[in-house]
């Protein structure tokens, strides 16, 4: 644990020189208070961490209603504990070891894409879907849907411009970012997920172009 303490005091001092404020816990549970406690602008999060992992501080932050943009720092690999992490809420994913410039760039497209969303109309309609930008909720008809985060992520890109064919390349840039590392089928595994929830015929797909959001 005395590396992994290390390495956190390291990207403590790398972000502070980029011009962050940073504070680093060393103990899930106290990861939980202290994200709880206070408005932090993102949260970077080692899944492997004593008392409460990182899963359970993820999943207990968006059980409250904290949308605190988060990136999971893991070991592991493999598309499953990718799917794991996302599915607790957590906005994106980090596999260990990684380069500092990859990190830099994945927290500056997560702050990105947090003001793009504060700024952006409120609330997004596509035929019966509406997705409320701002309060996080997605309605088909009257019947709302839960959503995870990276769900509603992907769902918020294709609203972002019903009827019109948006590619698996500008939905990975913009919900995950340009230096995402992993497999681009991720994105299939989310559209076969929403249309799990929404139901098959709300997101269609365009061979060989991309997802449409049905807008009618």
């Not at 940073?22 to 949260?43: C, Q, W």
């Not at 992992?53 to 409250?64: P, T």
């Not at 794991?84 to 760039?105: H, I, M, Q, R």
């Not at 948006?166 to 299939?188: C, Q, R, S, T």
């Amino acid at each position: 644990m005395e590396d992994e303490k290390r390495l956190a005091r390291s990207l403590a001092a790398g972000l502070t020189a980029e011009g962050y404020a940073v504070d680093v816990v060393h103990d899930g549970l106290e990861a939980l208070h202290r994200a709880g406690e206070a408005p932090y602008d993102l949260v970077v999060l080692d899944i492997m961490l004593p008392g409460m992992n990182g899963y359970r501080v993820c999943g207990a932050l968006r059980a409250a209603g904290n949308d605190v943009p988060i990136l999971m720092l893991t070991a592991k690999d493999g598309e499953y504990d990718e799917a794991e992490g996302l599915d607790t809420g957590a906005d994106d994913y980090l596999t260990k070891p990684f380069s500092y410039v990859v990190l830099v760039a994945r927290i500056k497209a997560l702050l990105r894409r947090r003001g793009r969303a504060e700024s952006a109309s409120p609330v997004l309609r596509a035929g019966e879907v509406t997705v409320d930008t701002a309060a996080r909720r997605v309605h088909r008809g009257d019947a709302e849907i839960a959503l995870t985060a990276k769900e509603f992520a992907v769902l918020e890109q294709l609203a972002l411009r019903p009827g019109e064919v948006v590619g698996k390349p500008e939905i990975l840039e913009h919900v995950w970012d340009f230096a995402y590392d992993g497999d681009p089928n991720i994105v299939e595994v989310y559209i076969s997920s929403l249309r799990r929830k929404l139901g098959a015929s709300v997101i269609q797909t365009v061979r060989g172009a991309g997802y449409r959001l049905a807008d009618r």
